[in-house]
């Protein structure tokens, strides 16, 4: 089964850092989000929260009253996150779906239902848990990456996407498993993030010119973009 690979090990063995690098900014598009609705959660936790780097940055700027936990499924991602955990920061090496009923103000869900086979029946799962959801959607599917093929299949072989969405169909996807759009918005990892690929790099200055333009268009056309949404 495709889910076997983060049990295994196979998935650290292609992503040794299981994207830590990437986490400041994460959890500062999160903030951005919770900031921007006056959201004010006095218990959060984060479905799939790898090596535990968003939650210990949350935690580091978040009010001091806040509690953060993490759920991980694989061994390897959560020995890295038993490093981090601190007094109002832990980590469970569990499935959060079979905790019993809400346990918490907001749940976090970053590049993750994405990776699951199920991914309707997961999200329907998780919406009893909380009041409020946050979640990191990648934008797979564009003009570029449908032409070229390679990056769809890059998503599929070095991270593990089983599933390729635009803005328009991560929107249907919640809305198809219950749940209600508060607010939205694009992340340009491509552009504000240390990108080594040397076409990325050189797609950055077109991807910046077209976005201020017409984001919705630079989405479509280049990809390179996610999509945080904040939903109950």
């Known amino acids: 089964m495709a889910s ?5 090990g196979e998935y650290i063995a292609k992503n040794p850092t299981w994207h830590m690098e990437d986490s400041s900014w994460k959890a500062q598009q999160i903030l951005k989000i919770i900031e921007k609705n006056h959201l004010q ?12 780097e968003i939650l210990k940055q949350l935690y580091a700027e978040m009010p001091k009253d806040v509690t953060f936990t993490g759920y991980e499924i694989s061994p390897q991602a959560f020995q890295l996150c038993q490093q981090k955990t601190q007094d109002r920061l832990k ?3 569990a499935n959060i779906i079979q905790e019993e009923g809400k346990i918490f103000d907001l749940i976090l869900c970053i590049d993750v239902f ?14 009893p848990k909380t009041d409020y959801h946050i979640f990191h959607i990648p934008l797979d599917i564009s003009v ?4 070229r093929s390679t990056p769809i299949l890059r998503a599929r072989e070095q991270v593990g996407h089983l599933h390729y969405f635009t803005k328009e169909t991560a929107l249907a996807t919640l809305k198809d498993a219950g749940y209600e759009i508060i607010d939205y918005f694009y992340t340009a990892g491509s552009t504000e993030l240390n990108i080594s690929s040397l076409k990325t790099r050189i797609a950055k200055f077109p991807r910046n010119i077209l976005y201020r333009i017409n984001p919705d268009l630079a989405v479509r056309l280049m990809g390179g973009y996610s999509l945080l949404v904040l939903a109950k």
């Open 4 to 8: 076997e690979i983060y049990t295994t």
């Open 91 to 93: 980590f469970k090496l």
């Open 114 to 127: 994405e990776h699951i086979q199920d991914y309707l029946g997961f999200l329907q799962q998780i919406k």
């Open 41 to 52: 959660p006095q218990t959060v936790a984060e479905v799939g929260c790898g090596g535990g």
């Open 144 to 147: 570029s990456s449908v032409l």
